[in-house]
């Protein structure tokens, strides 16, 4: 897979948590926009060269020793991704839902943070200019 599938793919999962956001479905909505964010690291790995691993945890363990210590990406970027993760959890694993505030945060969140990876790893012409 290359880094622009990847990036195409966190995209749509961005625009699915919008939509489902957009019929209040919160748990629906933060669980997309963790897989937007979670996809969008990936992304960013691959086209920084670093081996993805294959566990959750290692992409987001790599995504903060790679990208966000030394210095690539905002320290912001970091805590973003592993505060989507934790209402990923929320949505798909707790009894009570996901708030719609909280929700509206993470679908927010979630498109920022696509759009600060493509921006930074991958070619604009790849997507023809398509909307996160």
Same mark, same amino acid.
């Given at each position: ?15 699915? $948590? ?12 933060? +669980? !997309? $926009? /963790? /897989?937007?964010?979670? =996809?969008?690291? !990936? $992304? ?16 987001? +363990?790599?995504?903060?020793?790679? %990208?966000?210590?030394?210095?690539? #990406?905002?320290?912001? #970027?970091?805590?973003? %991704? ?6 990923? /959890?929320?949505?798909? /694993?707790?009894? +009570?839902?996901?708030?719609?505030? =909280? ?11 696509? $759009?600060? #990876? ?9 997507? =023809?200019?398509?909307?996160?």
């Amino acid at each position: 897979m290359k880094a622009q599938d990847l990036m195409a793919k966190a995209m749509r999962a961005a625009v699915s $948590a919008r939509v489902l956001f957009d019929t209040g479905d919160g748990d629906g909505a933060s +669980n !997309r $926009a /963790y /897989y937007a964010m979670f =996809d969008a690291a !990936r $992304a960013a790995l691959l086209a920084s060269g670093v081996d993805l691993g294959k566990t959750h945890r290692g992409i987001l +363990n790599a995504f903060s020793d790679r %990208l966000v210590k030394n210095g690539s #990406m905002p320290q912001e #970027m970091g805590r973003l %991704l592993k505060r989507a993760e934790t209402f990923r /959890y929320v949505a798909d /694993y707790e009894g +009570n839902p996901v708030e719609l505030s =909280d929700a509206k945060e993470m679908v927010e969140q979630a498109e920022t943070f696509v $759009a600060s #990876m493509r921006a930074k790893f991958t070619p604009k012409e790849s997507f =023809d200019d398509k909307p996160c």
